[in-house]
C-alpha cells in the first residue's frame, strides 16, 4: 500500500515535471543548499520522458518544477542524482593594511618621500649616474635627507623616488637622534719611572 501511495507520488511528479509552468519560482531539486553531482544519471519512469538530474536541475532552476513538489524532489532523487552540499569559498581575506613608523624629520631637512610618507622599500636602487653621484640605495637616500646631506636638492631627489615605494605612515613618537658634541678629556702622560 505504501509502495503504491509512493508510486503514485512520484508519478505525478513526474507528471508535473514534463510541463513548462509559469511563474514558478526557482527551485532546488536536491534541497536548499546542495547541487547534484552526478548530472548524467538518468531519471526514468513508465509513462513519463527520460530526463537526466542535470536537465532536472535545470529545469527546477529555471521555475519549470511546480512549486508545491519541490519540498519533496530531494527525498525522491538525493541518491540518484548525488546531490551533496555546495561547496562554500570563503570569502577573501584581505590583509590589513601596514602602517609603517615614518622616521622623525629634523627641522629643516628633507623627506626624501615628502609630508606623511616613508620609504616602503629601502633597498631600492634609483640611478644618479646622470649627476655624478652614482646608484644610491633609498635607506641611504633617507638617511642623507634626514641628516641634511640633501640641503638644496630636496625637491629634486623627490621627483627621483619612485621606486623607493613610498606609502603613508605615522610619524615615529621618538625624538630624532642628534649627536652630542664629544669632548676629548685633556691628555695627562703617566709618568715613567726608569728601571
Known amino acids: 500500500m505504501q509502495e503504491t501511495r509512493s508510486f503514485h507520488l512520484l508519478l505525478s511528479i513526474v507528471g508535473l515535471l514534463t510541463c513548462i509552468a509559469q511563474d514558478n519560482a526557482s527551485c532546488s531539486i536536491c534541497g536548499d543548499g546542495k547541487e547534484i553531482n552526478n ?18 536541475e535545470d529545469d527546477g532552476e529555471q521555475g519549470r518544477i511546480d512549486e508545491q513538489f ?14 551533496q552540499p555546495v561547496p562554500v569559498t570563503p570569502a577573501p581575506v584581505t590583509p590589513a593594511p601596514i602602517t609603517r613608523e615614518c622616521p622623525a624629520i629634523p627641522a629643516g631637512q628633507c623627506n626624501i618621500c615628502g609630508e606623511g610618507k616613508c620609504v616602503g622599500n629601502p633597498e631600492a636602487e634609483i640611478d644618479f649616474t646622470s649627476v655624478d653621484f652614482g646608484i644610491l640605495r633609498c635607506d641611504v637616500l633617507e638617511y642623507a635627507g634626514l641628516n641634511g646631506g640633501l640641503e638644496g636638492f630636496c625637491a629634486f631627489v623627490q621627483t627621483l623616488v619612485s ?13 630624532p637622534v642628534s649627536p652630542a ?12 719611572t726608569p728601571a
Open 39 to 56: 548530472p548524467d544519471a538518468i531519471f526514468a519512469f513508465p509513462g513519463s520522458p527520460i530526463v537526466t538530474c542535470g536537465e532536472l
Open 70 to 83: 519541490c519540498d519533496t524532489l530531494p527525498a525522491i532523487i538525493s541518491l540518484l542524482c548525488g546531490c
Open 163 to 175: 621606486d623607493c615605494e613610498c606609502a603613508p605612515g605615522v610619524a615615529s613618537t621618538l625624538a
Open 181 to 192: 658634541p664629544v669632548t676629548p678629556a685633556p691628555f695627562t702622560p703617566a709618568p715613567v
